[in-house]
């Protein structure tokens, strides 16, 4: 499985995100521009001395990720879509793809996986989305559940 973050914004989600990249055995793909220094302390402090155990790849942009990308199929989540992330039926080598905190999924590629599109349900109306850290969570645990892996 992997986790790929399209310009994140947060060093603190990102380190929690390669924590838990860490404890599920998923590869977090990074794709620029970052909103932070790889080196950041906040990052680092997320991640714990967990940082260097991540499967981390780094890309410098959509396109060399697109180029360079390992198969399977590109899944995307956005707190605008209408499609449940529990309607998707998870495979071991889905590509589990979230945008920045603050812009979400750049309009390019939201237009381009329209089709591969899911969201998480919020039940308020005081509530736009959820923390990208919290998100991810939800999401790969969901697809290693039906994969079989938790």
Not at 5 to 25: D, K, W, Y
Not at 66 to 84: H, K, N, Q, V
Not at 87 to 115: C, K, M, N, Q, W
Request: glycine share 8%.
């Amino acid at each position: 499985m992997h986790v790929v973050l399209v310009a994140p914004e947060i060093p603190q989600n990102t380190g929690s995100i390669g924590r838990l990249c860490v404890a599920t055995g998923a590869t977090l793909h990074l794709i620029e521009p970052l909103g932070f220094s790889i080196t950041d302390r906040h990052l680092r402090r997320a991640g714990l001395d967990y940082w260097p155990h991540v499967d981390l790849v780094r890309h410098p942009s959509w396109d060399a990720f697109a180029t360079a990308r390992p198969p399977g199929r590109l899944l995307c989540f956005s707190a605008r879509a209408a499609r449940s992330y529990t309607t998707a039926r998870y495979r071991e080598d889905d590509l589990l793809v979230f945008g920045g905190e603050s812009r979400g999924l750049p309009p390019a590629i939201r237009a381009a996986l329209a089709h591969a599109t899911f969201g998480i349900p919020i039940a308020s109306e005081h509530v736009r989305s959820l923390n990208l850290a919290t998100a991810v969570a939800v999401v790969l645990y969901e697809a290693l559940r039906q994969v079989g892996k938790v």
